[in-house]
């Protein structure tokens, strides 16, 4: 079953600008995790935010949350060519993994 | 770093071979994961382990079983080959709470 979902599904944007993503999910969370995929390799985890907490940074990587409209954001600053890759949202189900929305592919243009 | 190991990156079957896909990990995890992505529908869980011979059943595990004799080892395991399953297969691993580690992936076609 779907949890989250990313908008918008796909993105293009010049090298340096900053890159949005957003994820909103149905019910309620212990964690939300964003992961990056680069074409044709396996999902690398990026950063990991807690329900309790509104926001986290790591590098040129900004995350918040916001558990009353159960949405997420991704914010990637002073994008580079290596950014381009799919991102995804996945959300903590108890103890049974992660559920992951389909995911933003972002493309970073030089 | 940890370390998820996927035996395959390709992978050519016929419709109704048996097909194993294996998977290891180095870091002692308790929990292991098998997922497919799709184009469209994202990644879906298949089947999932927290310990050596315990399984549960994701949200797709029609036509698939795993196996888990030892705890670094998580085996997925096609019993008749459909074209349907032709798809991207990743195993992740994790300690309980933590974030899930994921190998490349094993893109398995059935012809």
């Known amino acids: 079953s779907q949890q989250g979902e990313e908008d918008p599904q796909a993105l293009s944007i010049q090298e340096g600008e900053n890159a949005t993503m957003n994820c909103s999910y149905k019910t309620s969370i212990n964690n939300l995790q964003w992961y990056r995929q680069n074409s044709g390799r396996g999902l690398v985890h990026l950063i990991l935010?807690?329900?309790?907490?509104r926001e986290k940074h790591s590098g040129r990587l900004r995350v918040t949350l916001d558990t009353s409209k159960k949405s997420s954001s991704l914010l990637i600053t002073a994008s580079r060519a290596a950014d381009t890759a799919s991102y995804f949202c996945?959300?903590?189900?108890?103890?049974?993994?992660?559920?992951f929305g389909k995911g933003t592919h972002l493309i970073i243009q030089p | 770093d940890v370390k998820v190991t996927q035996s395959s990156r390709y992978l050519v079957k016929r419709t109704g071979e048996k097909v194993f896909l294996e998977c290891v990990q180095d870091?002692?995890?308790?929990?292991m994961f098998w997922y497919r992505q799709d184009p469209g529908l994202g990644l879906r869980l298949i089947y999932f382990s927290y310990d050596v011979k315990m399984k549960e059943k994701g949200d797709i595990p029609e036509g698939y079983s795993v196996s888990r004799e030892k705890k670094e080892r998580f085996s997925l395991i096609l019993e008749s080959a459909s074209t349907n399953q032709t798809s991207m297969y990743l195993c992740?691993?994790?300690?309980?709470?933590?974030?899930?580690?994921f190998g490349n992936g094993t893109r398995l076609t059935v012809t």
């Open positions: 935010i807690r329900s309790n907490e």
């Open positions: 992740a691993s994790r300690i309980d709470g933590g974030p899930l580690h």
């Open positions: 870091m002692d995890h308790e929990n």
């Open positions: 996945a959300t903590a189900r108890g103890a049974d993994g992660l559920t």
